[in-house]
């Protein structure tokens, strides 16, 4: 794990101990709401429809057991017991006072750990692919370059007033797990035909009202260009992003108006003048120094077949997690296991101070150094002996943490919808609740196999639904919750954008209609076909002739 | 409004004046539609005198003339405009005007730090920021990630040595 050193420590101080003045000066009223807004979202506060909200970085996904426990101590201290994990793999705190805030920020920078550009028109927290470091397809680690942008993007003194929020992830496998074309800004690492690595950097994608994919406008930055490179497109998007109208004010909608041809030729142009001015090469010896931090564990030589983990997949609960929150390592036994947050009709991402506690105890005993957030709202192991998984799942099945649904119909991606967010239309939590609790039948999740299911309250999508396999858009409609279906999305590397059913459904028939959807594929699935592949195979109409099926009936 | 240059209460030497008004004998600062419609009458003046940009207009469109003004004013429409941020840094890194950059307009305490850094010097400012003020705003963040125009050692720099 990264590490701060004397440099890091003193600027998040600092930090602190500036927005300590900022919430002073609000509560004196020489700053107002207005003023008080831009500054507040720079340090991960919003005001949200009951209270403030306060989320928290947690820089491409990864936290100690150090960590962990501070966070259980700010969720008893200082809000309601419990934090949510974000599909940026960032902690969100819901109920926190204004007058603390400062108090829990200095809290977390004793843990070396921060708010800085969680919200605001500005580079959001880089998020990564959350198997790094431990997957089996992964080329390089993509953590270090993740860190180096972290540092690059703290309060950058060019780009904090940006025409809207800019995010960035970063992937170095061939399975992508980051959602990279979804983003502001991704960046690849690649090998190039003379086998050097270097990145492929993509601009523009992204979902919302318009939902895009990105597209490459670097095909092959070399390493110590990174910076440079990035910088050259947060400029052009700085200089020429529509500021007019929020809606249009993301870069994806700077990078289709320009267009692909148009967008390289600006971009590279600053690129030639920033790469020939050096100052923001990174040069080889920093890159290694960063990587050192992030350097694996010394791996055990084990065999891959463990006695231990062999003799427990006899119990049917042990080989049902097994099989699917299991992710192949790189070192012979060794797996990466996935805790889902996703317990059967729970909150999506929800993670409670004991559970954090016990996590944090967890990782100790079994000597693990950290843990892993993941897009998907939920909690990864990235190095477990594989002898160590049967203690491991027991200790998980007492603190509720065992649920053995990764990547299945069950595990849900959701906002926190209209319960919490006032931007929300709909609710998106119960929604994600009911859908888990009609397919709780393990038994069924397993033969429907793989089938993401992400739900958003409102179009600014904040649950992926446009990347959802199906999705899920909560909409308004003259004051009664209506639920559009998407289908056919998805945000791995063969990303698309779910193309929309038609009608909604009301709150009480979605349930019903993703049921008939799904009953719909496992009819017409050939071989061992995912819900994706048969939609891909087949299209929309006959999946919308059976949704929309007993609504017909009613109808005649 | 009072003016802060190199950190320090400062007078206004230069004049604005509008579109159709006469030119003063004296510094002045014109808009950019004034500057490209009177170049050559304006270049030919033996005195100093600026360009007043708004928030849209990119330096860039002052061409080679950038290094024949003394100063150049960029406007904040509202604080939440970025753009004079870019502005001012290619200002002084692509284009190495080495004269006054004046921020002007809808700008807060909380951004000065970060205008110092691409490379503004001068402010027109509310009377609440007084020069105390303004020294306060740039010791807030002691540490910097980014190379900027200002030329701060940036943490990285600041290891190296360490």
């Known amino acids: 794990m990264y590490r701060y050193d004397e440099f890091d420590a003193a600027f998040v101080r600092d930090r602190v101990n500036q927005f300590r003045y900022q919430v002073e000066r609000r509560l004196k009223g020489e700053l107002n709401e207005d003023q008080f807004k831009p500054f507040r979202l720079m340090n991960g506060l919003y005001l949200q429809l009951h209270a403030y909200m306060l989320r928290i970085a947690v820089p491409y996904g990864t936290l100690s057991a150090k960590q962990l426990r501070m966070l259980a101590h700010i969720a008893r201290k200082y809000d309601k017991g419990y934090g949510h994990f974000t599909t940026r793999q960032n902690l969100q705190f819901n109920w926190p006072k204004l007058a603390d805030v400062p108090d829990i920020l200095e809290e977390l920078a004793s843990v070396e750990m921060h708010a800085i550009q969680t919200s605001g028109n500005c580079i959001r927290n880089v998020t990564a692919d959350h198997f790094a470091g431990a997957a089996a397809d992964e080329l390089e680690d993509p953590r270090p370059i993740a860190e180096i942008i972290r540092q690059w993007s703290s309060l950058h003194p060019e780009f904090s007033f940006l025409p809207r929020k800019f995010k960035i992830a970063v992937g170095g496998a061939a399975h992508d797990r980051a959602a990279l074309k979804f983003h502001d800004m991704a960046v690849e690492i690649i090998k190039n035909d003379a086998g050097e690595s270097g990145y492929r950097v993509l601009v523009g994608g992204g979902m919302g009202r318009t939902p895009y994919i990105a597209y490459t406008v670097g095909d092959f930055v070399a390493k110590p260009d990174l910076l440079a490179f990035l910088e050259s497109v947060l400029r052009v998007y700085n200089e020429q992003g529509r500021r007019d109208n929020i809606y249009k004010a993301?870069?994806?909608?700077?990078?289709?108006?320009?267009?692909?041809?148009?967008?390289?030729?600006?971009?590279?142009?600053?690129?030639?003048?920033l790469k020939a001015s050096g100052t923001l090469a990174v040069p080889d010896a920093e890159l290694k120094r960063i990587a050192a931090y992030f350097a694996p564990p010394a791996f055990e030589k084990l065999s891959d077949a463990s006695p231990e983990f062999d003799a427990a997949l006899k119990e049917q609960a042990f080989a049902d997690w097994a099989k699917s929150n299991l992710a192949k390592h790189r070192a012979p036994g060794y797996a990466i296991a996935t805790i889902s947050l996703k317990?059967?009709?729970?909150?999506?991402?929800?993670?409670?101070?004991?559970?954090?506690?016990?996590?944090?105890?967890?990782?100790?005993?079994?000597?693990?150094?950290?843990?892993?957030?993941?897009?998907?709202?939920?909690?990864?192991?990235?190095?477990?002996?594989?002898?160590?998984?049967?203690?491991?799942?027991?200790?998980?099945?007492?603190?509720?943490?065992?649920t053995p649904n990764a990547g299945l119909i069950t595990d849900i991606i959701a906002c926190p919808g209209l319960d919490y967010c006032d931007l929300a239309n709909a609710r998106s939590i119960p929604i994600a609740q009911q859908i888990s609790e009609r397919f709780a039948d393990l038994g069924r999740q397993h033969d429907i196999g793989e089938l993401k299911i992400k739900i958003s309250g409102c179009i600014n999508a904040c649950g992926h639904h446009h990347a959802g396999h199906i999705g899920i858009l909560g909409v308004d409609k003259k004051g009664v919750e209506y639920y559009q279906l998407q289908l056919g999305g998805s945000g791995a590397e063969d990303a698309s954008i779910g193309e929309i059913m038609g009608p909604g459904f009301g709150e009480h028939d979605i349930v019903d209609a993703v049921e008939r959807v799904v009953q719909t594929y496992l009819k017409l699935r050939t071989g061992s076909e995912r819900f994706l592949d048969t939609y891909r195979r087949v299209g929309m109409e006959p999946f919308k002739n059976m949704a929309y099926l007993e609504q017909l009936h009613a109808a005649h | 409004m009072p003016l802060i240059k190199n950190g320090a209460a400062a007078d206004d030497k230069f004049v604005a004046v509008g579109d159709d008004a006469p030119l003063p004998d004296a510094p002045a600062v014109v808009s950019l539609t004034r500057f490209l419609k009177e170049r050559e009458a304006l270049l030919a003046r033996n005195t100093a005198f600026g360009v007043r940009l708004k928030s849209g207009e990119s330096p860039a469109l002052l061409g080679d003339d950038v290094q024949r003004l003394s100063l150049i004013v960029l406007e904040f429409p509202k604080f939440r405009d970025g753009r004079a941020f870019s502005w001012a840094r290619m200002l002084r890194t692509r284009l190495g005007f080495t004269g006054e950059i004046r921020a002007s307009g809808d700008f807060l305490y909380d951004q000065l730090a970060f205008m110092v850094r691409v490379g503004i010097d001068a402010f027109e400012v509310p009377e609440a920021i007084t020069p105390d003020a303004f020294q306060r705003a740039l010791s807030e963040m002691r540490l910097v990630y980014q190379p900027a125009a200002d030329g701060k050692k940036t943490i990285r720099e600041l290891r190296a040595n360490a």
Do not use: W, Y
């Not at chain 1, 993301?250 to 003048?273: C, N, Y």
């Not at chain 1, 693990?368 to 160590?388: F, G, W």
């Open chain 1, 250 to 273: 993301r870069i994806k909608i700077l990078a289709s108006a320009l267009g692909e041809t148009e967008m390289r030729r600006q971009v590279m142009r600053e690129f030639a003048e």
């Open chain 1, 343 to 402: 317990p059967i009709g729970g909150v999506p991402g929800d993670c409670s101070h004991e559970q954090l506690d016990a996590l944090a105890d967890l990782l100790d005993s079994f000597g693990m150094a950290e843990i892993r957030v993941s897009h998907e709202q939920n909690l990864v192991l990235p190095h477990v002996r594989k002898k160590d998984l049967p203690a491991i799942f027991a200790r998980l099945k007492e603190l509720g943490l065992a």
